[in-house]
Nanobody, 124 residues
Framework: QVQLVESGGGLVQPGGSLTLSCVAS????????MSWVRQAPGKGLEWVSS????????RYADFAKGRFTISRNSAKNTLYLKMNALKPEDTAVYYC?????????????????RGQGTQVTVSS
């Protein structure tokens, strides 16, 4: 059974930083590209970033470029998202997702069941 457990969210002031984690189980983590997606209050799911399985190739949504960094630790079956220079508009619940067969690259994870996510609130 696939499990993705996100953590690391919280309340942070504008300009602050957070690092999110996603611990994966139930599948071979090394074999799957992974992504972060988010859902702001009253809005749909929005793709944030993806990382490939083999060569660590990364992609970012325009709003994340230069501020967010996605990474993975295969030994720990863990995906990360380091977020710097946070803005109020980054406020959302953040989810991780694995790429399933047939899904597009790099944007995936916005149309499937999700875990509990982790809440990020950027406010002064």
């Amino acid at each position: 059974q696939v499990q993705l457990v996100e953590s690391g969210g919280g309340l942070v002031q504008p300009g602050g930083s957070l690092t999110l984690s996603c611990v994966a189980s139930g599948f071979i983590f090394n074999n799957r590209a992974m992504s972060w997606v988010r859902q702001a209050p009253g809005k749909g799911l929005e793709w944030v970033s993806s990382i490939s399985s083999l060569d660590g190739n990364t992609r970012y949504a325009d709003f994340a470029k230069g501020r967010f960094t996605i990474s993975r630790n295969s030994a720990k079956n863990t995906l990360y998202l380091k977020m710097n220079a946070l803005k109020p508009e980054d406020t959302a619940v953040y989810y991780c997702a694995k790429r399933d067969d047939g899904e597009t690259w790099p944007i995936f994870g916005t149309n499937k069941p999700r875990g509990q996510g982790t809440q990020v609130t950027v406010s002064s």
